[in-house]
């Protein structure tokens, strides 16, 4: 049987991290939490579900967090999680199938379905992305706020879906959202000392109506009414907070050009 080591970042999870827990703990060899600084349960509920436990500050930086994982697994096999994803049942069997029967990958991409207040989006296609890889082909690089993987070798695909639930409420989203673009609008504002007032605009009204109407109607998200509705409205919202906080920011530091 293939080992795997699912390696899970945190910070203020307590809501969350027993289901993601839950869904790992029968089929991988270990879990690793590095948590950020949880102020919550967080740390207790994981250390009580058997997951080994780092606690280590990012200060933004989640490439180390994630990385610290990595460096930590006993596994050949690394899968990287976010306390709001769980792995049900029937695709821990697809993923624990395809490492068995693997000969030509260092990495699988999987698909993940977004929860809603508990509620699945079943028209909406989210792109897959790569979770699982060879502890000794995959480093994480940082790109701002989003680190980005990169993996050494052919990656393939497992057809399965592991649920996502990324909107548990509005005010978690929000208080997510708010933590995330006030770190992003200051790497954005250390990196482009002058702010064109033109490209503020631009960003402001433009960036958030396109990705309004990709999410809502090319994506057809509409095909799941008020949920889908939400869902494209806060994910248009988290752009507009990025660029209103680029934007008080360049006011305040007197660095707005016309």
Excluded at 100 to 116: G, Y
Aim: with cysteine; aromatic share 10%; proline share 2%.
């Amino acid at each position: 049987m293939t080992e795997i080591t699912a390696v899970i970042i945190t910070k203020n999870e307590e809501q969350q991290i027993s289901r993601c827990l839950d869904s790992l703990k029968s089929w991988v060899k270990e879990i690793i939490v590095i948590d950020d600084g949880s102020t919550d349960q967080t740390v207790s509920l994981a250390q009580k579900a058997g997951a080994k436990v780092i606690v280590q500050t990012s200060k933004g930086n989640f490439d180390g967090q994630r990385n610290k994982g990595i460096d930590e697994a006993s596994s050949s096999w690394v899968f990287q999680m976010d306390a709001d994803e769980v792995v049900p049942a029937q695709a821990a069997r697809a993923i624990s199938d395809a490492l068995a029967q693997n000969q030509d990958f260092v990495a699988f991409t999987l698909t993940r379905r977004d929860f809603i207040f508990g509620i699945p989006l079943t028209h909406i296609i989210n792109a897959p992305c790569v979770k699982i890889f060879r502890k000794d082909k995959g480093r994480y690089a940082s790109h701002k706020i989003h680190e980005i993987l990169k993996i050494d070798g052919p990656i393939g695909h497992i057809a399965t879906i592991i649920d996502h639930y990324n909107i548990a409420s509005i005010s978690q989203t929000l208080e997510k959202y708010n933590y995330y673009t006030d770190v992003e609008s200051r790497v954005y504002l250390e990196e482009n000392p002058d702010i064109q007032l033109a490209d503020l605009k631009k960003n402001l009204m433009g960036r958030t109506a396109k990705l309004f109407y990709k999410n809502y109607i090319k994506q057809k998200a509409y095909k799941d009414g008020i949920y889908g509705l939400i869902w494209a409205i806060l994910h248009g919202f988290y752009i507009l907070l990025h660029w209103l906080k680029i934007t008080e920011g360049a006011i305040n530091k007197k660095r707005l050009k016309p």
